[in-house]
């Protein structure tokens, strides 16, 4: 049975009258579609097996109380029995999300941009501050990066004859040589946060400001640092996830200024001092994660348009990320600077 067929018969379980089903054609990790119905527009979601069907308990919790503080996230529509997801009898969960309006961007295009999306993750946090889930739903691993430096050592040790090894295992060696001595400051507080804050995962409103957040399923207790290092490789590299620039000054400056001017004093000192430094961890965590997947090809997805394989595609994005993470320890002392006077 097609994709299309399958979905349509997911959304006869609840109660819309559907006019067209769209497939969307970006994204990684679920199958997604456009529902356009006489109720409004929705988003229908086939759910990658990484996340269980539990997941939904999580951001119905998260997005509530989002809600209660008024912020604006995707919700869940529930079914006509008032359930949360639909399961196809092969297990995998359905899901369909309320639809925000508003602009998705690939790379953040000006300083400006920065400043929004610093803002707007900065409103989220503050409003999950005080909010203590027991997520039922756990990533296990997440910038786990002892983690991820082993399994890219196993991965150059089991490819040996790799078709691209000749030029992924000097990547390699790179990768692991700037991993040495990068780590955020233990004992840090573990906060509530978004867990992939990539500028892909904001939406914004005509005015250039956020209006939600989206890619809801990530939601996890994380050391702050890292979640701002995650937002901050991203936002900061306007070339893209597969640019190999150097992180760009202004973009910085500009985003630690929107976040801390939102979050307000909340952040301990020890947690805004480690945010440079974990901007760098994550883009070497990051190479190392791409430089694995070279070596393995299964990451989710990779772009067949531009590349002749999951190794290529993958080379290319460690490439970037380890430019990148070279890049802000080389300017580290300035990003401190910046970071410290944003409070």
């Known amino acids: 049975m097609t994709g299309e067929r399958v979905a349509s018969r997911v959304l006869d379980a609840y109660a819309l009258r559907v006019r067209e089903l ?4 970006s994204g990684h990790i679920n199958l997604t579609y456009w529902v356009f119905a006489d109720e409004g527009q929705f988003i229908l979601q086939r759910l990658h097996p990484v996340f269980g069907p539990e997941v939904h308990l999580d951001i119905e919790a998260v997005t509530s109380h989002l809600a209660a503080k008024g912020l604006e996230t995707p919700r869940l529509v529930r079914t006509r029995r008032g359930e949360l997801w639909v399961s196809e009898p092969d297990g995998r969960p359905w899901r369909l999300l309320t639809c925000i309006p508003g602009e998705v961007v ?31 739903h756990r990533r296990s691993g997440v910038h786990d990066t002892a983690r991820h430096l082993a399994r890219l050592r196993a991965a150059v040790t089991e490819h040996q004859d790799h078709r691209l090894g000749g030029e992924i295992r000097p990547l390699a060696a790179e ?30 409103a005509p005015d250039g400001s956020v209006r939600a957040m989206i890619d809801l399923d990530t939601f996890a207790r994380l050391p702050l640092p890292l979640e ?15 640019a190999p620039e150097p992180i760009k000054i202004a973009h910085f400056a ?31 965590e990051l190479a190392a994660r791409f430089c694995t997947d070279a070596l393995e090809e299964r990451y989710f997805a990779w772009d067949a348009s531009r590349f002749s394989s999951a190794a290529e595609h993958n080379l290319v994005r460690s490439r970037a990320q380890l430019a990148l993470g070279r890049s802000v320890l080389a300017r580290l002392p300035e990003l401190q600077r910046l ?5």
Do not use: Q
């Open 339 to 343: 970071t410290s006077t944003a409070w």
């Open 175 to 204: 990768i692991l040589m700037a991993a040495e001595g990068l780590a955020i400051p233990p004992g840090l507080p573990l906060r509530v946060v978004h867990g992939d804050p990539k500028i892909s995962n904001f939406v914004f």
């Open 228 to 242: 701002l290092g995650d937002a901050l490789r991203s936002w900061c590299c306007p070339g893209g996830e597969e």
């Open 106 to 136: 690939r790379a953040a295009d000006s300083p400006a941009r920065c400043a929004a999306t610093g803002s707007g993750l900065g409103r989220v946090h503050r409003a999950l501050w005080d909010f203590a889930p027991d997520f039922v």
């Open 254 to 284: 500009a985003a630690i200024e929107g976040y801390a001017s939102a979050i307000g004093e909340l952040p301990t000192p020890a947690e805004r001092a480690a945010i440079p430094g974990a901007t760098a961890l994550v883009a070497v």
């Open 22 to 25: 769209k497939r969307v054609s």
